[in-house]
């Protein structure tokens, strides 16, 4: 099977709202994949629904060939876009509960990222700045053995240098034997990574294509069709 994600007229409703309005996508295995567009669009819903803690109304998706449950669970790393650490926690504290709770934390590569990003072990996270804290989120998700990591803003609010090494830990840490989604509204920042793209407007996806292919199609670049998109 070449895609690890799949779905097709995927609905979630909150009371009369729609969040997702028939969404349908196919993702590859071992890819780095974009999902673009605006607050609001559905972008959380769908990342949600994939790491199988929210429930989506109707239609179909499948994670690896299977519908999100404890057994897809083990194959996908979420980073929700808020902190989920404790406060009283420091940065091995937030280790060993990363340790506990998933059987395929890698420890070694754990170690690997936490010096690439500058971070030290007895640093309490509440003493983090946004920058900080969101390269130890990042840290602790892509830690794990994952098929499928699902990044929700992994950049939201974070400093331009912080970005870069950000960029550079996903790239650095990504295999061939797994898929990348990040989520985002800072497309000029982030777009170099991606290989593939979903522009999703209103629970929809309103275009998707491989970036290099896009840029040369219309002329310009991802952020620039994302502005033109949702202009």
């Given at each position: 099977?070449d895609?690890?994600?799949?779905c ?85 504290d ?20 936490l ?44 400093d ?21 989604i ?16 979903f ?9 998707s ?23």
């Open positions: 099977m895609n690890i994600l799949t097709s007229n995927l609905k979630k409703g909150y009371f009369n709202k729609n969040a997702l309005n028939g969404l349908a996508m196919e993702v590859k295995k071992g890819k780095i994949v974009g999902l673009l567009g605006p607050n609001g669009s559905g972008k959380t819903t769908f990342l949600k629904i994939a790491a199988g803690i929210l429930r989506y109304s109707s239609g179909e998706i499948l994670i690896d060939g299977e519908a999100p449950g404890v057994n897809t669970k083990a194959k996908v790393a979420y980073l929700p876009d808020k902190n989920f650490l404790y406060k009283w926690m420091k940065i091995k937030a280790i060993e509960f990363y340790k506990d709770f998933y059987k395929d934390f890698d420890e070694k590569k754990c170690n690997e990222l010096e690439f990003m500058n971070l030290d072990k007895e640093s309490k996270v509440t003493s983090l700045s946004k920058g900080m804290l969101e390269k130890l989120l990042l840290t602790l998700t892509l830690s794990r053995k994952a098929k499928l990591y699902l990044l929700d803003e992994p950049l939201g609010g974070v331009p240098v912080s970005r870069d090494k950000i960029l550079d830990a996903i790239v650095n840490n990504y295999s061939e034997d797994s898929t990348i990040v989520t985002t509204h800072l497309v000029n920042d982030i777009e170099r990574i991606f290989d593939e793209v522009f999703i407007s209103e629970g929809e996806i309103a275009l294509g491989i970036a290099e292919e896009l840029r040369m199609e219309k002329g310009m670049s991802i952020d620039e069709l994302y502005k033109e998109v949702f202009q």
